[in-house]
């Protein structure tokens, strides 16, 4: 039988946890700093035995909402995709799951749970109390050649790629350029505005992202300028292990004729590819980005209460939140373009 057991961050289990196949950039000492710095949640690292021997890692983080401890890993909002579980190669992760529940609710004490692990099924849930909402990403494999890659691409992408080429878009790759985040902010508030909304997150998370993870080589942020030599579009791409990841984009609606989106993702996908990534993660699934080729994965986002009252009361601050941010945009002046 599986048990979680928490653990210091100790240098021993952080070297062992990056052994694992199924790491990714979430599970990173750098993203929990990250998120831990935005959310004001405390880290919560664990490892997984049987019988004393050690079969993996859990991680994730407590917050505190109307005065109850809640385990994430992740929550959302946290702009954050998956956490949950490093397995050996043979673990059950439903084995993995039934035993979160005890370490969660018992150990830290915790009256709410939410979990969202690459690798976890519907067919992992079944049976354990938990509901789950389908919450399915598109990817693209890296793994063919540079000419597949592009071929893959609906045409009308392809053509987009290749008229912001000759209509003088350039991209360059940014290192250390303190304006970069209120840049791509200053964008991202003229994206939400055409939908008649206000960005989700401040622009402090956007400089705490880049804080904690550009010194360990593990963001890719890109600058699209057109011809005169403006900024028009940015991208945020975390990556790390074998993914890279679509963090955040965002461009002036005034220049999106001279398609810099499509070519930022384009110089990413070949930026990460010579650096042997074997997969592209939109962190979603929205319809636009089928465009680029990519496959739907499934990845379901699953929560436990300790009772129907604390369930009540995450539906009750999910719908909260949606309120909150459609009144920030009518304060805000936000009107659409339309």
Same mark, same amino acid.
């Given at each position: 039988?599986?048990? !979680?057991?928490?653990?210091?961050?100790?240098?021993?289990?952080?070297?062992?946890?990056?052994?694992?196949?199924?790491?990714?950039?979430?599970?990173?000492?750098?993203?929990?700093?990250?998120?831990?710095?935005?959310?004001?949640?405390?880290?919560?690292?664990?490892?997984?035995?049987?019988?004393?021997? !050690?079969?993996?890692?859990?991680?994730?983080?407590?917050?505190?909402?109307?005065?109850?401890?809640? !385990? @994430?890993?992740?929550?959302?909002?946290?702009?954050?995709?998956?956490?949950?579980?490093?397995?050996?190669?043979?673990?059950?992760?439903?084995?993995?799951?039934?035993?979160?529940?005890?370490?969660?609710?018992?150990?830290?004490?915790?009256?709410?749970?939410?979990?969202?692990?690459?690798?976890?099924?519907?067919?992992?849930?079944?049976?354990? @109390?938990?509901?789950?909402?389908?919450?399915?990403?598109?990817?693209?494999?890296?793994?063919?050649?540079?000419?597949?890659?592009?071929?893959?691409?609906?045409?009308?992408?392809?053509?987009?790629?290749?008229?912001?080429?000759?209509?003088?878009?350039?991209?360059?790759?940014?290192?250390?350029?303190?304006?970069?985040?209120?840049?791509?902010?200053?964008?991202?508030?003229?994206?939400?505005?055409?939908?008649?909304?206000?960005?989700?997150?401040?622009?402090?998370?956007?400089?705490?992202?880049?804080?904690?993870?550009?010194?360990?080589?593990?963001? !890719?942020?890109?600058?699209?300028?057109?011809?005169?030599?403006?900024?028009?579009?940015?991208?945020?791409?975390? $990556?790390?292990?074998?993914?890279?990841?679509? $963090?955040?984009?965002?461009?002036?609606?005034?220049?999106?004729?001279?398609?810099?989106?499509?070519?930022?993702?384009?110089?990413?996908?070949?930026?990460?590819?010579?650096?042997?990534?074997?997969?592209?993660?939109?962190?979603?699934?929205?319809?636009?980005?089928?465009?680029?080729?990519?496959?739907?994965?499934?990845?379901?986002?699953?929560?436990?209460?300790?009772?129907?009252?604390?369930?009540?009361?995450?539906?009750?601050?999910?719908?909260?939140?949606?309120?909150?941010?459609?009144?920030?945009?009518?304060?805000?002046?936000?009107?659409?373009?339309?």
């Amino acid at each position: 039988m599986l048990r !979680l057991r928490r653990v210091e961050p100790a240098a021993a289990l952080l070297s062992d946890r990056a052994t694992y196949h199924d790491r990714l950039i979430f599970h990173t000492p750098e993203w929990l700093a990250f998120v831990a710095e935005c959310q004001g949640a405390e880290p919560v690292l664990a490892t997984v035995h049987d019988d004393g021997a !050690l079969m993996g890692h859990f991680t994730g983080l407590v917050t505190k909402k109307y005065g109850l401890r809640i !385990l @994430g890993s992740p929550m959302a909002g946290w702009t954050t995709s998956y956490q949950g579980f490093n397995l050996r190669p043979g673990v059950s992760r439903r084995a993995a799951m039934k035993a979160l529940i005890p370490f969660a609710f018992d150990d830290l004490g915790c009256a709410h749970l939410e979990i969202r692990d690459r690798a976890l099924t519907e067919d992992d849930l079944g049976g354990l @109390g938990f509901q789950w909402d389908a919450a399915p990403t598109a990817v693209i494999d890296l793994n063919p050649d540079e000419d597949a890659l592009f071929g893959a691409m609906a045409s009308a992408c392809r053509r987009n790629i290749r008229k912001a080429a000759k209509s003088g878009v350039t991209i360059e790759e940014v290192h250390g350029d303190p304006a970069f985040a209120e840049e791509f902010y200053d964008q991202l508030r003229d994206v939400f505005a055409k939908q008649n909304l206000v960005p989700t997150y401040s622009v402090e998370r956007v400089k705490s992202l880049i804080r904690h993870l550009e010194p360990a080589g593990r963001i !890719l942020l890109l600058r699209a300028r057109d011809p005169e030599g403006r900024s028009i579009a940015t991208a945020v791409l975390p $990556w790390y292990h074998r993914t890279m990841y679509f $963090w955040g984009g965002a461009s002036y609606r005034e220049h999106q004729h001279l398609r810099p989106n499509e070519t930022l993702i384009w110089h990413a996908l070949r930026w990460a590819k010579a650096r042997e990534a074997t997969e592209f993660d939109f962190v979603g699934g929205n319809a636009y980005k089928t465009k680029y080729g990519t496959v739907e994965v499934p990845v379901p986002w699953a929560r436990r209460s300790r009772s129907p009252l604390v369930a009540r009361l995450r539906d009750a601050a999910k719908q909260g939140f949606a309120l909150k941010q459609r009144t920030a945009a009518r304060l805000a002046g936000v009107r659409s373009d339309s």
